[in-house]
């Protein structure tokens, strides 16, 4: 009787692990943008003077509460004159998951979490000459922008605490990695093996 209960037991394990939904995986290319309501792995890599926004959240459809999450790798301001103002860059955010979430314009995103992951301070050589720009000023832009998001053209409800702010960790060769699902936003500093140039 105990062999025949281990072995049903096992069979009954085997299931629920047969059963386990799989994880798709999407990766999002720099300067591209990615929403979605399913089991899906948001990923992009290289992260490093670029700024990966990411958020996860739900809205009301009808008598429906609908997850979701997002990520977009912003590779920051093109031009130094005419610079959008972190407002236009959270409004561009949102825009793009109204597009793809398709969520009414009256529609309150209460979001879960909302981080900002990335950035670079700028580099200078021994003679004070410029190696680096950095993308202080986006990050600071984006800091002003949050603290008024009823300035904003959508409806966002957040904790204060679970806006994250993950910034300058990186220099030189190293560069960080993003994966964002409906239960996580998480990311990885990755440090690349210098190549030694043997004579």
């Known amino acids: 009787m105990i062999h025949l209960a281990i072995i049903r037991l096992l069979k009954l394990h085997s299931m629920f692990r047969l059963r386990k939904p799989k994880i798709s995986e999407y990766l999002v290319d720099m300067d591209a943008h990615s929403f979605t309501v399913k089991n899906t792995l948001l990923k992009t890599h290289g992260v490093s ?23 977009w790798h912003w590779s920051g301001f093109q031009h130094a004159a005419q ?3 972190g407002e236009d860059i959270l ?3 949102f825009y793009h998951a109204q597009d793809a979430l398709d969520f009414e314009d009256d529609a309150i995103l209460h979001l ?3 981080s900002f992951i990335g950035g670079e301070k ?10 680096l720009s950095g993308t202080e000023r986006e990050v600071q832009a984006l800091r002003n922008a949050v603290s008024n998001l009823q300035n904003l053209d959508f409806s966002i409800e957040i904790a204060p605490s679970n806006i994250h702010w993950h ?7 190293m560069s960080i990695s ?22």
Do not use: H, W
Not at 167 to 173: H, K, L
Not at 181 to 199: D, F, M
């Open 167 to 173: 910034n300058f960790y990186t220099q030189d060769e």
């Open 178 to 199: 993003v994966e964002v699902q409906l239960n996580s936003i998480v990311y990885k500093i990755i440090i690349e093996e210098a190549l030694i140039l043997k004579p």
């Open 83 to 85: 610079q959008p103002t």
């Open 49 to 71: 003077t670029c700024i990966a926004i990411a958020m996860r959240g739900c809205f009301r459809e009808g008598d429906d509460l609908i997850r979701f999450c997002g990520l």
């Open 91 to 93: 409004n561009t955010f």
């Open 122 to 131: 700028e580099q200078r050589d021994e003679n004070g000459d410029i190696l």
């Open 112 to 114: 879960d979490e909302l």
